[in-house]
């Protein structure tokens, strides 16, 4: 199923990128969510609109604006692991042979915080504990700076902008470095003629260790999984390797260093226009927007580290990625006002052409210790291989809006777009998508006069159908991709120059269509010191794009198709109140409240669906803890029900069933105290006529089959979402204190579930204390072979990840205007911001929000945490 990421307007120009806008430069941030009020942006917009405008010149003298802020970010929780004396104890329980094999007197050696005697044992109450979570995570600096002049006359407004933003990332050999460019000019000619140019440019460049790119290399997990009595380094300086297991990552920042990876990205947004005004009411205006982005990536591991490291001597990739777009806006406006009767139309063609292209080469074996100059490929000694991808994409539209306003007391608006895709082939690059809306405004009523209470009471409803064309180009034709070098073979021989068949084209897909329809009211008391809005939606998508797989005989691994129906509905309630208000004292408060579900209606035959109803998504590693199922939400939590803890030898004998044709047991032979008892869902067992078995006595009997008895053990979207926002002000001196969060939300903590598995060699987590037949017995037995797979995703490690968040909370003071402009100073203002400094939650992991969507949504497996962020800053103006 394709992204849900809506599509970001910013000033006008379609495309353009939110992390290039300096924030600092935004006046305005709307957010439009329903069909009517987005179709006019046509199948861009299928999934929402976000229109940022920013700052503009104002007429009058210049003024200088100055902003600066400067902290630190730190990580805001750990997880507790074994600290390696317990570790060490842990080892020796299960497998105490192996360890007194890989423990050599070389490795001992480095296992002591001293250099003591030794007499060829393990001392474990000497033994190291280094914090792996420490040794990655640091406190980080960062910084910002903006600059902006604005000004103008009757004729000419301007406003220059520039800003610098640099982060160092809570994970070692992480940062973010941006630079932004902004100008912003309207100048009228005249009367009628009037134009304008937003033109911004921004350079972004970011390095580190990836996080979630591949769950073997999350640097996160590894903190959790290096044995904590292992140290940084040996005796010699060198990286301690692991002596479990060789290939294992040791997570420090030495050897977070040599992955050595850069991302440089050039971004340059351009909107330019002519208004010209004529008649009595019209005006024409043509428009350009376009965006260019040149991103350019160094990647090297080198082979101290396993993820294409040490088993390839080192990898490297150098990729360049240009992205073009631009936009050519044809509009002709009309509006008109006769009394109280407000006309207006909007009517327009709009053509719209992008290409993105990609080359990237690769290769593997470097020279020994070889961690710099990494993005000259040449020097590898294998491997070496490039690859070109250009993709084109076309859209051409036609655009009409009419709207009728009564005395702001009745409201029409009615649109139409036609949209024609280059994504589809003949006879399906059309759509065509009508939306209207209408609202009345009861408080303007005579009826309503004598409610001098009530200021506004508007009722509204919306209706509109919208389109998506969001999908790699040309599937609707086989293609072919060439390639300087394709390796084959167990010894990578090379063949110079080929071409071979990508996709198996689909010419029958077509536009995947959504109708979506509101019901809702806004209300203002009380000369507007409490305001509310409440909308209650529905929205039905059918003709989903998504992608199938094929038989291998085919040569081919999926096809685009079009199928299905996925159901949304919820609600959303805003209530603002102003309770104080005079000259000192001001204090409002803002609450918003939301509620949403989906749910698969309808999954295509062409899925292939499997036994039991379910497809698999999700991580292979994880055996796939989504599944889509119908009637369920999207991408459902899928896994088993995990009971107790078996404990009492008189039920694990009962486990044990003697049949005619023999010995059954429950769950596996292998089972035994300490194990996990999984319930069974598929009932009795029956045999092809559906008659149930009865054992030796004449009884029915179950079974837990792993193959038979997974069920949706969880949901990962939240059942509510909400924000209060406080803000108070005495004379100069603001506060704000903004909460946020969700509640009744599950998550499958898959890095408890590997924290808790006994995976050889690798620390676990603290809970593991309470392992059978110790402490409370609340954890399964130690066992490495995990016979009963305890450690498989079940309801055990399904956990609530609501959450209560202090998510901002600012304190700034504003110096008395008087005295400011003695000195020449307009406007000064110093504040202290903390963002995310407490959060309440009963997750048990890094954080509530880190889910790494990679594994699986709802899926935590060591996924980036929010961190904790204290800033000290100041705007000053002249």
């Known amino acids: 199923m394709q992204t849900t990421t809506p599509l970001v307007i910013i000033d006008g120009i379609p495309g353009a990128r939110i992390e290039d806008v300096n924030f600092n430069d935004i006046v305005s941030f709307n957010i439009l969510k329903d ?8 199948s861009a917009g299928a999934n929402g609109v976000i229109l940022i405008e920013t700052k503009k010149g104002k007429t009058g003298k210049p003024t ?24 060490y104890s842990l080892f020796k329980e299960y497998n105490e042979p192996k360890l007194n094999e890989y423990f050599s007197d070389h490795y001992m050696s480095h296992l002591y915080n001293d250099e003591l005697g030794r007499s060829g044992t393990i001392d474990t109450t000497n033994l190291i504990t280094t914090n792996w979570q420490d040794e990655i995570f640091t406190t980080a600096p960062i910084q910002d700076i903006n600059l902006s002049l604005a000004g103008g006359n009757e004729a000419t407004l301007y406003r220059i902008s520039g800003g610098y933003h640099k982060q160092e990332g809570i994970l070692r050999s992480t940062y ?38 591949n769950v073997y290399g999350n640097l996160m997990l590894k903190a959790l999984q290096t044995p904590s009595f292992l140290p940084v380094y040996d005796t010699a300086g060198h990286y301690f390797v692991n002596p479990f297991n060789p290939t294992v990552d040791i997570p420090n920042a030495t050897v977070a260093n040599n992955y050595t990876g850069r991302d440089y990205e050039n971004g340059i947004n351009i909107m330019a226009g002519l208004r010209y005004q004529f008649l009595d009411g019209f005006s024409y205006e043509v428009n350009f927007a376009g965006t260019q982005y040149l991103k350019k990536s160094w990647n090297y591991t080198s082979n101290y580290i396993t993820d294409g490291g040490r ?22 406006n009309y509006n008109k006002s006769l009394d109280s009767h407000n ?96 609202a009345w405004n009861l408080a303007k009523e005579n009826f309503m006069s004598s409610l001098n209470a009530i200021n506004t009471l508007k009722l509204r409803a919306t209706l509109g159908k919208t389109g998506n064309d969001n999908i790699d180009g040309f599937k609707w034709v086989q293609t072919y991709v060439a390639s300087s070098v394709y390796l084959y073979g167990l010894y990578n021989e090379a063949v110079a120059g080929y071409a071979q068949s990508e996709t198996f084209g689909n010419p029958y897909i077509m536009w995947e269509t959504s109708v979506e329809g509101t019901l809702g009211f806004d209300i203002s008391l009380f000369e507007d010191r409490i305001t509310s809005a409440f909308d209650v939606y529905r929205k039905n998508t059918t003709g989903l794009l ?39 004292w001001q204090w409002t408060t803002g609450l918003t409240l939301s509620h949403n579900e989906n749910v698969v209606a309808k999954i295509p035959d062409e899925m292939n669906i499997p036994k039991g109803g379910a497809i698999p998504r999700g991580h292979s590693t994880l055996e796939y803890p989504n599944a889509i199922i119908e009637g369920q939400p999207i991408d459902v939590l899928y896994g088993y029900v995990a009971g107790h803890i078996i404990t009492d030898p008189a039920e694990l004998e009962s486990m044990t069933i003697t049949t005619p044709d023999g010995v059954e047991y ?106 059978y037949p110790y402490g409370d017995q609340s954890v399964p037995r ?44 307009s406007k000064l203002r110093v504040y202290v911001t903390g963002t995310n400094l407490f959060t309440y939650t009963k997750y048990k992991g890094f954080d509530p929000e880190s889910a790494n969507n990679k594994d699986g949504i709802g899926v935590n497996w060591g996924g980036y945490p929010n961190y904790r962020t204290i800033t000290v800053g100041a705007n000053l103006s002249f």
């Open 311 to 332: 088993v390839n001597g080192g990898s490297g990739s150098a990729e360049a990625k240009f992205e073009n777009q631009y936009e050519i806006q044809s509009l002709l």
């Open 782 to 825: 130690a066992d490495y072979e995990q016979q009963n797979k305890n450690n498989r995703v079940s309801t055990r490690y399904i956990e609530d990840a609501s959450y209560l968040r202090v998510k901002n909370v600012t304190l700034a003071y504003s110096f008395p205007v008087d005295l400011l402009n003695r000195i020449y100073i």
């Open 666 to 771: 429950y769950q596996f032979r292998e089972t035994t105290l300490g194990d996990i008892y999984f319930a069974d869902i598929n009932g009795y067992e029956v045999d092809k006529d559906g008659n149930p078995l009865l054992d030796v006595n004449g009884n029915p009997y179950k079974l837990f089959r792993p193959e038979d008895d997974k069920t949706v053990i969880g949901n990962p979207y939240p059942k509510y979402i909400f924000g209060i926002n406080n803000t108070l002000r005495y004379r100069n001196l603001d506060l704000s204190i903004f909460l946020q969060g969700v509640y009744d939300i599950d998550m499958l903590n898959a890095t408890r579930m590997d924290g808790e598995s006994y995976t050889p060699w690798f620390n676990q987590l603290s809970t593991i204390k309470n392992r």
């Open 176 to 213: 973010f470095e941006r630079f932004t460019v902004r100008a912003n000019i309207e100048h009228k000619f005249n009367k009628n003629l009037s134009a304008r140019s937003n033109v911004s440019f921004s350079r972004r460049q970011k390095s580190g260790l990836g996080t979630d790119d």
């Open 64 to 87: 200088f604006d100055v902003g600066y802020y400067t902290g630190w970010q730190t990580i805001s929780n750990e997880v507790d692991v074994l600290s390696g004396p317990e570790l």
């Open 546 to 584: 998504y992608e199938i797989d094929l038989s291998p005989q085919t040569g081919f691994d999926n096809t685009t198709v079009n199928g299905g129906l996925v159901e949304v509905k919820g609600w959303e309630f805003e209530l603002t109140t102003h309770n104080v208000s005079n000259v000192n």
């Open 35 to 42: 069909a009517a009020s987005a179709a006019i942006y046509g």
């Open 343 to 438: 006309f207006s139309f909007l009517g327009g063609y709009i053509m719209q052409r992008r290409v993105e292209e990609q080359n990237r080469a690769e290769a593997n074996n470097y020279p020994a210790y070889y961690n710099d100059s990494y993005y000259d490929i040449a020097i590898a000694s294998t491997g070496i291989q490039g690859k070109s991808k250009p993709v084109p994409k076309a859209k051409n539209s036609w655009l009409s809006r009419v709207g009728y306003n009564y005395n702001s007391k009745y409201i029409f608006q009615f649109n139409l777009r036609a949209d024609g895709s280059s994504q589809f082939g003949a006879g399906n690059k059309w759509g065509y998508f009508p939306a209207g809306s209408v």
